[in-house]
């Protein structure tokens, strides 16, 4: 993010949008859904690091993180959620792939549109995020203390909030 500040600004601005702005669903459950995604794109340092924040922002932490990232059909997560997460499945795979099952499937269990179409725009973000990161060869620290420590600071202050000092999480 440091060697391009000029597209790290949107970027962390479309991220702190999508992540962190009033919705009804909680920044846990966006940030949950973000870690899903990376999950499944296997990105590790978008993956590892949305982890944290999730875990960060969700009463149940990273045991939870984990098992939706191991299988959100048996993860502990509301129903609505599981459908969104589906759905954040489909877009991964691309965007045709997402059908108007999985809409009703939503719908039926309370998701908005507002909800759905956020879901739909965190997924297609991140899959742009994670072949960024990839693309450009991201070292990933080992040790989930160092995205532990970012999530305290993104958590705090969000995304951009300090480009001068350390890394962002969208690429190092």
């Not at 440091?2 to 790290?8: D, K, Q, V």
């Not at 939870?64 to 499945?89: E, H, Q, S, Y």
Request: charged letters at 20%; proline letters at 6%; glycine letters at 6%.
């Amino acid at each position: 993010m440091r060697y391009r500040p000029e597209t790290a600004v949107p970027l962390n601005a479309l991220a702190e949008v999508l992540l962190r702005s009033d919705n009804t669903l909680t920044r846990g459950e966006r940030e949950l859904i973000a870690t899903y995604v990376s999950s499944l794109n296997d990105c590790n340092f978008c993956a590892s690091s949305h982890a944290a924040f999730a875990a960060a922002q969700l009463p149940a932490g990273m045991p939870l993180v984990n098992a939706v990232r191991l299988d959100p059909d048996t993860a502990d997560i509301t129903p609505k959620m599981r459908a969104l997460l589906a759905i954040a499945a489909a877009v991964q795979q691309g965007g045709l792939k997402v059908t108007e099952s999985e809409i009703g499937a939503a719908r039926a269990e309370g998701a908005t549109d507002v909800e759905i179409h956020d879901t739909v725009l965190i997924a297609a973000a991140f899959c742009m995020f994670n072949r960024y990161v990839d693309g450009l060869g991201t070292w990933a620290p080992e040790d989930p203390a160092a995205y532990e420590a970012t999530a305290a600071r993104i958590v705090d202050r969000g995304y951009g909030s300090s480009l001068d000092d350390e890394p962002e999480p969208h690429g190092r």
